[in-house]
Structure formats: structure tokens, C-alpha cells
């Protein structure tokens, strides 16, 4: 077969495998299809059917292959991480700063010392800090991945559970945002490289300066130009990111953020997010799988997984429990908020992807982070349902 061919053969399966998994077994209850879409990743990948199926699998994913599969899946996760970011609503933030601020800090820094210490006890053995990174970056690094709440599977869960446009969605929206600056601002503090400190100092600089001009650009051309001229400068600020040391990822999340989501007609934000989600991510999740290791066993990764998991959930529901104490929320309000903002899927495995190009991380330690991105999403939508359930909370979050 041609490349053309085995190229087409693979889109075929990254598009109908989990489709047909997704709807023939009706998971949308417990595994919407983007979690179907990341496990069948794994199980494309290397591990498992690189084991079972290694001929086939070696011919299918070849080089020229994944090259052309990884060049989709770059465009569509800086897409993805833009919008994130012009999505952000920093004034609504600031407008209600006391409970927000409180809320962001507790739900952030708690769960990321329980992630930092389920991070130390993983670094007693080798094996799970890539070749380029340090025990601080990897601990960092593994800690912030258990922080992290996955902004736009949110959004999506809250439309599931209608409360997105409710007073309490927009509460938890205000939460995950200022959560989400700070995530890609540790990223940055992590991916800091002496050797091209003056790269990234630059960089910055830069970018405030561009960022004030294209606002100005942005807000005063007609709404038909400035989708394409966002695109343009989203790929400028990338390539410029990239070039620092700071990655794609970073330029791509601040590319958003340096702009209003109001510029932008929010219909057509919507159809847009949903159209990248359908259209590009399945290839990201399948290259996403192609990149996971059981090199240092499957009970091991399996286990360190777990470990995460447990960090980032407990981690997340004290933390929001502590806010709620301290602004006094009603009975159940912390436990419903704090099951969706454990939320993790893609933004987490965006950020563990970026910690292992950068080799801070093993491959070993990315599968774990994936498999704990999985296993937290999966835990959202039944965890909430029975709450609602057993504590009498309604479907708004608040008490009948």
C-alpha cells in the first residue's frame, strides 16, 4: 500500500473505532466519546496492539505515517488551546474576585501538594523523569497534571447536566479559568531554559507589545476578518513560543487569552470548539496514544496511575471543601462543584504532552498521567449523578 492509502487507513480507524465503541455499547453515561476516543488511542498504540498485532501495526504507523498524523494533530490542539484561552472571562473574574480568588487558590493548591507528594514517592524509583528534566521539574510538572481541571470537557459536562448558562455554571466557569492562567503559568515557570533565557525574556516582551496592537487590530476590524486574522496571529505567537523554548502549547494558550471571546460571535465559538472536538482531536488522541510506554511494567504504571488519581481527586475535593468552609456554602454545594472541577481529559494530557516533548517527564510517567486523565473524567458525570441523587441536590447544584 501507498502511503496515501495506509495514511487513509488510519484515519478510518481513528474516526469509526471509537464511534462505533462509543454508540454500539451507549457509554456516554460514564465514557462520553472523547474518553472513548483517548482509551482507543491507548489501545492503538504501541503497548498494546504494537504487542499483539506488531507487523501490522509497524506498516500502518510508520514513520511517514505518524509525521503526517502528528502534523494534523499539532494544528488541531493549537486550535484547541486558543480557544481555551479566548474563552477565558477574566472580567467576571475580577468582578467577583473574593469568592473566585478564594475558591481558584484552594481548588489549585491543594490538590497540587497532594500531587507533589504522590510526585515524591513515584521519584523514589527511576524511570519516571525524562532525560532532559530534574526531580523539581518532574515533580512540578506531574503535580500541576494532577491540579488541572480540563476547562472545555467542563463546559461540555455542564451543557450534559444544564447548568452551564445557571448562576452555579458560571461560578465554576469563573473558578477553572483563573485555575487555567495559572496552570499554563506554572507550565512556563517549569519549561524556563538558562540556555535561552534571553530568547524567552524576549519573547515575553514581545508579546506584550504585540498583543497590545492586535487588540487594538482586533476590535476594530469587521467580524467577517477577524477569525482569519486570530489564526494568523495564533500561528505567529506559536512559532515564536516554540522559538523561545516555551513551546506551542504556551504561545498558543496566550495567543487566546491576549484576546476577547465577546470580538467573536459566540454561536459560531461554539460551532467552532465542537467542529475541532469532531474534525481534528480524534488524531490527536490517537498520536496521544502512540506515545505511551509500559516499559516499566503494566502493574507499575498501572499503580502509579492510581496513586494519581486518588491525589487528584482527594486533592481537588478538599480543596474545594476548604473554600467552601471559609465563604460558607451551603450542604453539598463544595462536593458537586468539587466532582466537575476534578475534571481532567484534554487539557491534562496537553500539558503531560508538553512535559514529555520537553523530556521532563518519561514515557512511562505520561501513561500514567493519561490513564489518571481517564480515569478522573470517567469518575465526573456518575460521581455528580449520584450526588444528586443521595444528597438531594438538584440538577442547578442547589438544595430542593
Given amino acids: 500500500m501507498t502511503t496515501t492509502e495506509l495514511f487513509l487507513a488510519a484515519m478510518l480507524i481513528i474516526f469509526s473505532l471509537p464511534w462505533l465503541v462509543w454508540r454500539l455499547f451507549r457509554t456516554d453515561s460514564f465514557a462520553p466519546l472523547v474518553v472513548v476516543q483517548i482509551l482507543c488511542g491507548v489501545l492503538l498504540g504501541p503497548g498494546v496492539a504494537g504487542v499483539a498485532f506488531p507487523e501490522a501495526h509497524a506498516a500502518l504507523f510508520n514513520p511517514q505515517v505518524i509525521a503526517a498524523l502528528n502534523g494534523i494533530a499539532w494544528w488541531g490542539v493549537m486550535i484547541f ?145 477577524r477569525w482569519h486574522v486570530a489564526l494568523i496571529w495564533l500561528i505567529a505567537i506559536a512559532l515564536a513560543a516554540d522559538w523561545s523554548g516555551l513551546h506551542y502549547m ?35 488522541f490517537l498520536s496521544t496514544g502512540l506515545r505511551t510506554s509500559w516499559e516499566m511494567g503494566g502493574v507499575a504504571v498501572i499503580g502509579a496511575a492510581a496513586l494519581l488519581l486518588f ?20 450542604r453539598g454545594e463544595a462536593s458537586f462543584i468539587g466532582w466537575l472541577l476534578q475534571t481532567k481529559a484534554l487539557i491534562m494530557i496537553i500539558f503531560a504532552q508538553v512535559l514529555l516533548d520537553r523530556q521532563i517527564i518519561s514515557s512511562a510517567a505520561f501513561t500514567a498521567l493519561l490513564l489518571m486523565a481517564v480515569g478522573s473524567t470517567m469518575l465526573t458525570i456518575p460521581a455528580v449523578r449520584l450526588l444528586q441523587r443521595r444528597a438531594g441536590v438538584q440538577a442547578d447544584g442547589t438544595q430542593p
Avoid at 260 to 277: C, K, N, P, V, Y
Fill in 311 to 330: 491525589a487528584s481527586v482527594a486533592g481537588k475535593l478538599a480543596g474545594v471543601h476548604l473554600a467552601g468552609r471559609i465563604l460558607g456554602w451551603a
Fill in 81 to 225: 488551546v486558543f480557544t481555551a484561552g479566548l474563552e477565558l472571562d477574566l472580567k467576571a473574574a475580577w468582578l467577583n474576585r473574593r469568592e473566585t480568588g478564594i475558591t481558584a487558590a484552594c481548588a489549585l493548591l491543594v490538590p497540587l501538594l497532594f500531587g507533589m507528594a504522590a510526585a515524591a514517592f513515584l521519584l523514589r524509583s527511576e524511570g519516571w523523569i525524562g532525560a532532559e528534566g530534574t526531580p523539581l521539574q518532574a515533580v512540578a510538572g506531574i503535580a500541576m497534571a494532577a491540579a488541572v481541571t480540563a476547562l472545555p470537557i467542563l463546559i461540555l459536562f455542564m451543557e450534559k447536566l444544564e447548568i452551564l448558562r445557571q448562576p452555579l455554571g458560571q461560578r465554576i466557569l469563573r473558578y477553572a479559568s483563573l485555575d487555567d492562567i495559572a496552570i499554563w503559568g506554572v507550565l512556563a515557570i517549569i519549561l524556563v531554559d538558562t540556555e535561552r533565557m534571553a530568547r524567552q525574556l524576549a519573547f515575553l516582551i514581545c508579546f506584550a507589545l504585540a498583543a497590545f496592537a492586535i487588540r487594538r487590530l482586533v476590535a476594530r476590524i469587521p467580524q467577517a476578518d
Fill in 250 to 284: 504556551v504561545g498558543a494558550f496566550l495567543a487566546g487569552a491576549a484576546l476577547d471571546g465577546h470580538w467573536f460571535d459566540s454561536r459560531r465559538m461554539e460551532q467552532f470548539r465542537a467542529t475541532i472536538l469532531f474534525a481534528l482531536m480524534p488524531v490527536f
